[in-house]
């Protein structure tokens, strides 16, 4: 049975930060359907699937980008596309942090210049231990077009957790690194959110990746399917 939350349902909203409901999404076919999906406060949740299967759509459904043609997406109990243009944009600005699979950084800037809009945005301090973590201290002073595409990749994941987001979205975030800074990576992830008590959603290819995940689906034949690593 899907419970309903609404606005007032303090009880299931505290712990469940974001719910989504029998969501259904087509382009020009159907991507998917029937899909329900909860995330608690310090939760990760790993989907995998393979290419085309619609994994970076649903990401955009959850992630307050793309209203979904069927079903809800509730976040703290706020029915987000019901929600204005002026709410839902200060809920995606305040709360919501997105890993996107192209790293939308401001070329032209340094890494540094890209982490302090951020900040400056956010109003929020560059964490330098997450810079640390991420071992991205020797890409600030560079001009992110010059960095390698797994720099990339790390200096924008640094911009979104500068943010102070309570749940991440991340599509692919260890997709160009090798085996040992993806392992970094999550762990940056995985700390942020426990510490943070956020959610964090993924999706990925690698099984590796997604077992290190409290929770794994694999969408497939347009299901999510819960599967055991
Ligand atoms: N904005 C869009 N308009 C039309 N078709 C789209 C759009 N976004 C994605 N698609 C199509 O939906 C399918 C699933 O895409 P996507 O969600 O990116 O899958 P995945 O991330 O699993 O590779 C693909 O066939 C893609 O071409
Ligand atoms: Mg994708």
Redesign the pocket.
């Given at each position: 049975m899907i419970e309903t939350i609404t606005a007032t349902s303090s009880e299931t909203s505290e712990t469940t930060l974001l719910r989504a409901t029998d969501l259904a999404h087509a382009?020009?076919?159907t991507?998917f359907e029937n899909i329900n999906i909860a995330i608690r406060e310090k939760e990760s949740i790993a989907i995998l699937?393979?290419?085309?299967?619609?994994?970076?759509?649903?990401?955009?459904i959850l992630s307050t980008l793309?209203e979904p043609n069927h079903g809800k997406v509730y976040y703290r109990g706020l029915d987000m596309y019901s929600q204005n243009d002026k709410k839902l944009l200060e809920i995606r600005r305040k709360e919501i942090g997105i890993i996107f699979?192209s790293h939308y950084l401001f070329k032209g800037f340094t890494a540094k210049e890209n982490l302090q809009i951020s900040s400056l945005i956010a109003g929020k301090n560059i964490n330098l231990d997450i810079i640390r973590k991420l071992k991205i201290e020797d890409t600030l002073s560079k001009n992110v077009s010059v960095l390698s595409g797994g720099q990339q990749q790390r200096v924008s994941i640094a911009r979104v957790l500068i943010k102070q987001p309570r749940v991440i979205f991340a599509?692919?975030p260890t997709g160009n690194l090798d085996r040992e800074t993806a392992n970094d990576v999550m762990d940056v992830m995985l700390q942020y959110t426990t510490e943070r008590k956020g959610g964090l959603f993924i999706?990925t290819h690698d099984e590796k990746i997604a077992a290190r995940c409290n929770t794994v689906y694999r969408?497939k034949e347009k299901r999510l399917v819960p599967v055991i690593l």
């Open positions: 382009f020009d076919y991507l699937g393979v290419s085309g299967s619609g994994k970076s759509t649903l990401l955009h793309l699979q599509d692919e999706v969408l």
